[in-house]
């Protein structure tokens, strides 16, 4: 598996959040959703099987939940993530970090996933108009 895979690979726990719900309205997601998902405390954990990636998210939400999805590097997938909300999401890789473009009825964005300062960072740019821009940082767990 890649390099940029592989510096992800573990568990993290949620640090900082910057603009989030702006880019969850952007996606398309509902007021409730966004306001459920506001203040929601998560994980995350990666892991890599041969060339299987699994990205398992822990919430705290309703007495805590799970999603997980198990993808490969350049194959679209749907992901279902809170309620009925569903993106055609695609992962690359470009410079060392990996990418996730996602795809709703209302809008496109960008995730760039990195481990920046032995921190995971996911850098989203949504196109809607105006394009919206959030950051999450996560530090391992």
């Not at 997601?29 to 890599?48: A, F, G, P, Q, W």
């Not at 997938?77 to 060392?96: D, H, M, N, R």
């Not at 995730?111 to 940082?137: A, F, M, N, Q």
Request: proline share 2%; aromatic share 6%.
């Amino acid at each position: 598996m890649s390099a940029a895979a592989n510096a992800i690979v573990g568990k993290w726990k949620l640090e900082s959040n910057e603009n989030t719900p702006a880019f969850m309205v952007a996606m398309g997601m509902n007021e409730e959703m966004m306001t459920m998902l506001k203040d929601t405390k998560m994980e995350y954990e990666y892991s890599v099987n041969g060339d299987e990636i699994t990205h398992v998210v822990q919430l705290d939400v309703g007495g805590g939940r799970t999603i997980t999805h198990t993808f490969k590097i350049g194959e679209e997938f749907s992901e279902q993530a809170v309620g009925s909300f569903v993106t055609k999401v695609k992962y690359s890789e470009e410079g060392g970090k990996l990418i996730r473009t996602a795809v709703s009825d209302k809008a496109s964005c960008r995730v760039t996933i990195e481990v920046k300062d032995g921190k995971l960072v996911e850098t989203g740019v949504c196109d809607s108009s105006p394009p919206v821009t959030s950051v999450r940082t996560f530090v391992k767990a």
